[in-house]
Structure formats: C-alpha cells, structure tokens
C-alpha cells in the first residue's frame, strides 16, 4: 500500500487536502487497524486527518473498517434492547455522571455497555467513578457478555472487542492529540447494530457530521452535546436529545436556552471518591437527581424499547426517581 499517496491528498493542510473516497477510507483504517502501517507513516497519517478533519465518506469508510474487524457480543437474553455508552473523555472541571445514567437504566433492567480506556489523560475517568461504586472492568468478551446477562451492566476497556481501535487511542500518548479513533469509538455497536449508541460531541462541526453519519447509516442513537465530552446531559443547562431511528431524526427535549434557576447541589469537587458518593445518593434518593439528566434518562427508557410511549417513558422517569418536576 502506498503510504505516500494517501498523504499526498490527505497532508496539504486543510485547505490543500482531499477528502479520500469511501473505498481508499476503509482500505487504509483496515491498514492502520491491522497494525500494518510503519510508525512514521501512522503517526504522519493520524496528525494529517486531525489537521484536515474527517469528511463523511471517510468517516463511513473508516467505520466500515472498524466495524468489520469489530469482536461482537451475544446480545442479553431478555429485557430492552442494550445501551452502548462510550466514555472516553473523563471529567476535569465538573462530576462525571456518565455512570449515574449507566446504573439508572440497569435499575430498570436495561442492560448498558459501558466502554472506554483504563487511563483519565489528567481527567476523572468513568473507570475510576465506577471502581469507586464496586464496579470492575471486564477482561474477556465472556466475562463482559456474563456481567450483562446477570448483573445488566459490564464496563470493558476498548481492547476487548477492538485491539486495533485501543491501540489507536494510545498513539495520543505519543503524538499529544486525539485522532479519528476518538471519534469512532463513539460510534460503535459490539451487538451488531442491535444496540442504541449514546452519542456525545464537543464541538458543532462534529455534531453535523455525526448527524450526517447516524442519517447515512440508519444507526438507531441518541445524539448530544456532553458534558466536557462526556455522554451525559449538563447538569446546570439541558443540551437538545436528539434520537435518531432508521435514518430519521427526532427532537426528544429542546435545548434550554438559559441555566436552571432551581439546581440540585452537586458535588463540591470532581475526584472520583465524591463522585461516587454522591451518585449513592441520589440512585438512594437522598437528595435530588439533576432535571436534564432525568430527561436523558427519559430519552433513553424509550428509545430503548422499556417503553413504547415517550410520554410515559419521562413519567416513569420522574416518578421512579423522585423527581416529578420532570414529567
């Protein structure tokens, strides 16, 4: 394969570059997934497409090269479909709430996919709210597939299912910037298109091209803004839910244009400890859950199938966690 060609399209700045095609997309993550590419053209190759930014034809090919080499998992006997949350961002200036989602939806019995990497980049990680809860990481795809059969909840490090996409992330240690593997992390399905992707983004220009992504494939997802890139409504302002299905979108909550008046206290640092702590709380309704999150948590009971009526599904919410201004 020549490296060089790529480069060429791809490495002229992000005025001079070319978008590549669906087919040479997929050719080259196939590529740089199987390890095949030398390590001076996959770092040169990783900071070209960071520089240039993905196209969506290079997004669909390098998904179809992810996916394709995906190691997937049995989907839970029974209950809803599976929640696949991807977290990989962590938290630096507010609470990661990415499990406080997690372990709502399993006291409902649906089973959530948790993923991510091992290490917080300088960040609260998800991990390391979750050990703090009682939660391991799984190692084996057995013990991952184990753990949402019996217990309705699994976290498992990237590498189980993608040794490729895992060792993608890790080049950040070495070039100091993310890459297209951040980006298609969150869009991965282990249970074969048969799971709701919890989507989040950072910035606007992914937003659109997430939304054009979800519209292309037809991927069932829910689509927002996160909290410091982490998949959970803030807090302090409700970002739009937006619910994709079959290709079509649907507004499920408006973004609100203004911070909540009435805002329930939150923990008074981010570490994991305080974190965790106050999770306990609120799932033992100690103290109130935040209103965006119930709404999340709305959003999420029906477009995974625990209820068929959106309306029903946010006065469930509401009521089973104490927190009826949200229905």
């Known amino acids: 394969m020549n490296y060089a060609a790529y480069l060429k399209e791809i490495g002229r700045g992000p005025n001079g570059s070319r978008p590549l095609d669906q087919e040479d997309a997929q050719q080259l993550m196939g590529a740089m997934l199987d390890g095949g ?23 669909l090919g390098f998904y179809q090269a992810v996916d394709s080499r995906l190691y997937k998992l049995a989907v839970p006997p029974t209950g809803p479909r599976p929640v696949v949350i991807p977290t990989y961002n962590g938290a630096h200036h507010h609470p990661n709430l990415t499990p406080l989602i997690a372990l709502w939806l399993r006291q409902f019995g649906v089973p959530v996919l948790l993923h991510g990497e091992m290490e917080g980049h300088g960040r609260v990680a998800t991990v390391h709210v979750l050990r703090e809860l009682g939660i391991l990481p799984c190692t084996t795809l057995a013990q991952t597939e184990n753990h949402l059969a019996n217990e309705r909840l699994a976290f498992a490090p990237t590498s189980v299912f993608s040794p490729g996409l895992a060792a993608q992330l890790s080049a950040r240690n070495r070039l100091g910037v993310r890459n297209s593997a951040h980006t298609l992390v969150k869009l991965i399905d282990p249970f074969n298109g048969v799971g709701l992707r919890l989507v989040s983004v950072s910035h606007p220009k992914y937003h659109q091209l997430l939304s054009d992504f979800l519209t292309a494939t037809g991927f069932d997802a829910l689509l927002m803004r996160g909290t410091e890139g982490e998949p959970y409504a803030n807090p302090k302002r409700r970002p739009e839910l937006l619910y994709f299905e079959g290709g079509t979108s649907h507004v499920l909550f408006e973004a609100e244009s203004s911070p909540i008046k009435s805002l329930t206290a939150l923990p008074d640092t981010c570490d994991a400890v305080s974190t965790a702590r106050w999770i306990k709380r609120v799932l033992a309704r100690e103290i109130s859950a935040p209103l965006p999150l119930v709404n999340q948590l709305a959003c999420c009971l029906y477009a995974s199938g625990y209820s068929q009526d959106f309306n029903q599904a946010k006065a469930i919410a509401a009521v089973e966690t104490g927190s009826l201004a949200a229905a």
């Open 37 to 59: 590419v030398p390590d001076l053209e996959f770092g040169a190759l990783l900071v070209a497409l960071r520089m240039k930014g993905e196209s969506l034809d290079e997004l």
